[in-house]
């Protein structure tokens, strides 16, 4: 495939991804298998990808912050508790396997599925700035740092169970913490790929172009749609990457 058939392959795949990702999670799982199709190996791929995650979690913090939708002091404070957990888990990365932290994972996405069909307390974040950040909020921030930083793909939905069930917030509000946080906790890890040459910039940069448009789209939709549009695309998400961690598709 020729440069050019590359980049618009990508860069259609990345709206899609950005799309996907903003509003529930797992978009990597599409992104990283095709830049593997083109010829990256692993951790090319890996580190190519990470350019269009920071790229497209900036698009949507911008997004929502002009829709008047941003809480930076909250959003700092959980982004800070998952550094330690993802410096832990990048340096994890290299000595374990995943295999069976996958299947793990997977049974953790039905959960997520059957605990959102659930009556639950009609209790919704009011937006203060100050909202109290418990000490569960702590600990799940440090371990889905750490699972960001082990494995990165679908880290988009432990952070929308735990900031939806702990901090009891709807789900626009979370979808505007959880960009900001996968942000700050991928920028380091770019940084690693950059230094040891992990990265195919062209291929990156066409792919974080898609992925900024599909995530600026997306923080408008979530806003202007609300909590309805965000669990169909969730559940969805959420089911087909469960069945992919199975192996059943």
Known sequence: MNELN????????????????????GGSALTLPVLIFLGLDSALANGTNRIAIVVQNLAA?????????????TSIK??????????????????????????????????????????????????????????????????????????????GF???????????????????????IVFIFTVPALIVFIATGNINWNLG??????????AWWAAKISVKKGEGVIKIVLFVAVFIMALKLLNII
């Open 78 to 155: 959980l982004s800070l508790l998952t550094l330690p957990g993802s410096i832990i888990g990048a340096v994890a990365a290299v000595k374990m396997s995943n295999e069976l932290f996958q299947k793990v994972l997977a049974f953790i996405m039905i959960g997520i599925i059957i605990s959102m069909m659930l009556p639950k307390s009609k209790t919704v974040y009011s937006g203060e700035a100050n909202k109290r950040i418990s000490f569960w909020t702590h600990l799940s921030m440090f371990f889905i740092g750490f699972y960001g930083g082990f494995i990165q793909v679908g880290v």
């Open 61 to 73: 913090v911008s997004s929502f912050k002009k829709e008047k939708y941003s809480r930076f002091g």
């Open 158 to 180: 432990l952070l929308m169970a735990a900031l939806h069930y702990l901090m009891k917030l709807n789900l626009v509000y979370v979808n505007m913490h959880k960009v900001f």
């Open 205 to 214: 940069l066409s792919l974080a172009a898609g992925n900024g448009l599909g």
């Open 6 to 25: 590359s980049a618009l392959l990508l860069f259609s795949v990345g709206v899609i991804s950005g799309v996907i990702n903003v509003m529930a999670g």
